[in-house]
T-cell receptor, first 114, second 114 residues
Framework: AQSVTQLDSQVPVFEEAPVELRCNYSSSVSVYLFWYVQYPNQGLQLLLKYLSGSTLVKGINGFEAEFNKSQTSFHLRKPSVHISDTAEYFCAVSPMNRDDKIIFGKGTRLHILP | DSGVTQTPKHLITATGQRVTLRCSPRSGDLSVYWYQQSLDQGLQFLIHYYNGEERAKGNILERFSAQQFPDLHSELNLSSLELGDSALYFC?????????????FGPGTRLTVL
């Protein structure tokens, strides 16, 4: 079975400061990894995903994430945040041997402070 | 706008009742996923249909059922409703049958059970 842990339910950060949203997962098989973003009153939107290859993945809106297999982590980073980044961020995994299943974390709410 | 439409936007009903939520995927997408989002449970995967056939089941209650029609729209039926079923229900569509492909989320249906 797989599980996803997002260690912080809320992260406050000042505008133009860097941010890291943490995601750890547990799985006995290899997984695909995703970050989705949910802006207020909207559905989710894919930010980036890791399927294979380079462990540093770049996504939309200046976000990037690094896959660390030994630490089973997939942390999301942005060097300088904007007010428009205020949203909830979800980490998700999908096992490579089960091409039909996806598990989401509980989400991290990013608050941008002026 | 993701191209996925969901109706109705809001639904208020009473305990014990039955409701139907509708989802129209993006043009050409064969997969439809249903999710439930609540404050205490987070985002829960319910069920996945691919080209009219059920592909995977997640944490879907027996009181809930879904189907995907030949025109690829999908309906989620919730019966014997309980207060705890109050949540935001999302559908998402994808061109392929695997969760490793990007899912495009609709705006959601907010269900309130009184």
């Amino acid at each position: 079975a797989q599980s996803v842990t997002q260690l912080d339910s809320q992260v406050p950060v000042f505008e133009e400061a860097p941010v890291e949203l943490r995601c750890n997962y547990s799985s006995s098989v290899s997984v695909y990894l995703f970050w989705y973003v949910q802006y207020p009153n909207q559905g989710l939107q894919l930010l980036l995903k890791y399927l294979s290859g380079s462990t540093l993945v770049k996504g939309i809106n200046g976000f990037e994430a690094e896959f660390n297999k030994s630490q089973t982590s997939f942390h999301l980073r942005k060097p300088s945040v904007h007010i428009s980044d205020t949203a909830e961020y979800f980490c998700a995994v999908s096992p490579m041997n089960r091409d039909d299943k996806i598990i989401f974390g509980k989400g991290t709410r990013l608050h941008i402070l002026p | 706008d993701s191209g996925v439409t969901q109706t109705p936007k809001h639904l208020i009903t009473a305990t014990g009742q039955r409701v139907t939520l509708r989802c129209s995927p993006r043009s050409g997408d064969l997969s439809v996923y249903w999710y439930q989002q609540s404050l205490d449970q987070g985002l829960q995967f319910l069920i996945h249909y691919y080209n009219g056939e059920e592909r995977a089941k997640g944490n879907i209650l027996e009181r809930f059922s879904a189907q995907q029609f030949p025109d690829l729209h999908s309906e989620l039926n919730l019966s014997s409703l309980e207060l705890g079923d109050s949540a935001l229900y999302f559908c998402a569509s994808s061109p392929q049958g695997s969760p490793r492909h990007e899912q495009f989320f609709g705006p959601g249906t907010r269900l309130t059970v009184l």
